[in-house]
């Protein structure tokens, strides 16, 4: 940092809320069209439909080895639905009239690995492994990947491995499904990660590298080590642009569910989006498939912990990856373990800032609240993180900042609009591990109540 603290709070004030860890948001004055940012993006929907065939093309493979995607014909989708309940419970706790209608998009229920990751990861292992076996001429893109569950694809792929740092549910996506085709699977973990997760992927026949450090040491670690070792692909959670377009592939197949739920999405009836970030990958990837299936009617907003609001920060300061929340002093430290990233992608920030309307942070007391109310009026459990984006609703309604009235939102927009929150993972955490979370959220309630 070549400024003080102190001269980055004078030119950028919302720093000052950052460093002490409050609640904050900021609209983004410098959204564009979709037109217009395109061309930063760098990517477009021929990328998305490429990825959204190798998908289709893997589904036989997926099917045949992952039982639960059988109903859904070896296609990894979770499904959307309709919370009324926690609409009228946060429109009380945050004492704001909420029009239109809350969503939840049910990203923890995805098969295989429970979380958000089972797009961009499990993609990015399943592109290697298709790329690999062409080149070997073991297989043509005409033929049926039931195959690649034989026994001499197993083989094939046992000479190669996969690496990868992570947190945790990246770790679990791409350990399981690297190990599931033969790959050499090692998994390069922050100390941050959950003990559970490193047992079960231990149970997979992953190796798990531990860290004493945070996330971004894990990830510079596992490179480094894999450059050593021609027959090993790193994924590079950072800047990979297949997670990306794995990720992407999300908003074509949410378009196809909400017509058949007969939401429509136009200009009088927008859409907004509440997506949990952590590294920046997973939000920014569905956020460029939103966009590209629902143009300018789509707003997309992304949440991160009051701990580690790295993309809010690489945005507004406008230094991207060049910064972390840890040179401002914030340590990075988070319940939300899938948003604990103190640095930014800057591939993401860069790629997406013209294309996000706003970024807001979230308290992890807050995130165990939503989670204990989810869990009592809408039966549905989700991990801490998956919590981040519920409150969107309320700070978009709710804001004085000035972004309703740039946007020139009339009153008939909002009362017809959509809010999607997404729910980016919890179906994989232990029953002990989620009832303790509940208990947690149960009683941070009951402490509010006796205020
Ligand atoms: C990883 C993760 C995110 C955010 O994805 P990034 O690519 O790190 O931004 C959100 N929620 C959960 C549960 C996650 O595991």
Redesign the pocket.
């Known amino acids: 940092m070549t400024k003080t603290t102190e001269q980055w709070i004078n030119e950028h004030p919302l720093i000052q809320d950052m460093v002490e860890l409050k609640e904050t948001q900021w609209f983004n004055p410098g959204v564009t069209t979709l037109e217009e940012a395109l061309p930063f993006v760098g990517l477009n929907q021929d990328d998305i439909n490429d990825a959204s065939a190798r998908l289709v093309r893997f589904a036989p493979f997926i099917k045949t080895m992952f039982p639960e995607t059988e109903s859904s014909n070896g296609i990894i989708e979770s499904p959307v639905r309709a919370v009324p309940a926690m609409q009228s419970v946060i429109e009380n706790r945050y004492s704001v009239k909420l029009p239109g209608q809350l969503l939840l998009k049910l990203?923890?229920q995805l098969p295989i690995s429970g979380?958000?990751?089972a797009r961009?990861g499990i993609y990015e292992v399943l592109k290697h492994a298709e790329t690999l076996a062409i080149n070997a001429g073991l297989l043509t893109e005409q033929d049926d990947y039931a195959k690649l569950t034989t026994d001499e694809f197993r083989q094939f792929f046992s000479q190669y491995s996969v690496a990868v740092g992570s947190?945790?549910?990246?770790g679990l996506s791409i350990g399981i499904m690297s190990a599931r085709l033969g790959f050499k699977a090692s998994v390069h973990m922050s100390a941050d990660a959950r003990q559970w997760k490193k047992d079960m992927l231990r149970a997979h026949g992953v190796e798990v590298v531990e860290y004493e450090s945070d996330y971004s040491i894990a990830v510079e670690e596992g490179r480094r080590q894999a450059e050593s070792d021609p027959t090993c692909y790193f994924v590079d959670?950072e800047n990979s642009t297949n997670?990306f377009l794995g990720?992407a592939v999300a908003a074509k197949r949410l378009r196809k569910q909400l017509d058949e739920m007969e939401v429509v999405v136009d200009k009088d009836h927008p859409l907004f989006v509440y997506?949990?970030?952590?590294?920046?990958?997973?939000?920014?990837?569905v956020a460029f498939g939103l966009k590209m299936a629902f143009g300018d009617n789509v707003h997309c907003i992304f949440a991160e912990p009051t701990h580690s609001p790295c993309?809010m920060l690489g945005v507004y300061t406008g230094l991207h990856d060049e910064i972390s929340v840890q040179d401002f002093g914030i340590d990075n430290i988070t319940a939300?373990?899938?948003?604990a990233?103190g640095r930014a992608?800057g591939f993401?920030g860069k790629a997406m800032e013209r294309l996000l309307d706003g970024y807001f942070t979230v308290t992890d007391e807050e995130m165990y609240c939503l989670l204990a109310l989810m869990n009592r009026h809408e039966n549905i459990r989700l991990?801490p993180?998956?919590l981040?984006g519920v409150p969107g609703i309320a700070r978009v309604l709710s804001e004085e900042e000035g972004y309703k009235a740039r946007m020139d939102f009339s009153e008939d927009q909002l009362n017809n609009a959509i809010h999607i929150a997404?729910a980016?993972?919890?179906n994989m955490v232990p029953m002990e591990e989620m009832r303790s979370y509940i208990r947690k959220g149960r009683d941070y309630l009951a402490v509010e109540m006796a205020h």
Not at 167 to 170: I, P
Not at 275 to 285: A, E, F, R, S, T
Request: with cysteine; aromatic share 4%.
């Open positions: 990203d923890s979380s958000i990751k961009g947190t945790g549910n990246l959670d997670l990720y997506l949990p970030c952590g590294v920046g990958g997973g939000p920014g990837g993309m939300a373990d899938g948003l990233v992608s993401v991990e993180s998956a981040a997404w980016t993972g919890g």
